[in-house]
Nanobody
Framework: QVQLVESGGGLVQAGGSLRLSCAAS????????MGWYRQAPGKQRELVAR???????NYAGSVKGRFTISRDNAKNAVYLQMNSLKPEDTAVYYC???????????????WGQGTLVTVSS
């Protein structure tokens, strides 16, 4: 009933930049926290960045100063600007949102399908 769709992944050279986008659609009343997670080959999924409804942000130490998370509440969207990319940033990036259902008024955590980011040396 609620879907998150990511876009913006691709192949980039080390030191380059990418901007990931995630748009939520469906029976949405409001969205609380939104975030980006990633899973590299052979590793567990980890939090990259998170932003609350009030705009408070949290970043993984490995990306702090390089990545910036932002959101557009009017569009039910969240973005991740990734600068100074490193090969170790290579992973599938997943969008996450805590969504309040328009009818049930309950909070449901939803995930996007993932978008692949590959950083070459």
């Amino acid at each position: 009933q609620v879907q998150l769709v990511e876009s913006g992944g691709g192949l980039v050279q080390a030191g380059g930049s990418l901007r990931l986008s995630c748009a939520a659609s469906g029976s949405i009343s409001s969205i609380n926290a939104m975030g980006w997670y990633r899973q590299a080959p052979g590793k567990q999924r980890e939090l990259v960045a998170r932003v609350s409804n009030g705009g408070s942000t949290n970043y993984a130490g490995s990306v702090k100063g390089r990545f910036t998370i932002s959101r557009d509440n009017a569009k039910n969207a969240v973005y991740l600007q990734m600068n100074s990319l490193k090969p170790e940033d290579t992973a599938v990036y997943y969008c996450n949102a805590e969504v309040v259902h328009v009818t049930y008024r309950s909070v449901v955590e939803v995930w996007g399908q993932g978008t692949l980011v590959t950083v070459s040396s």
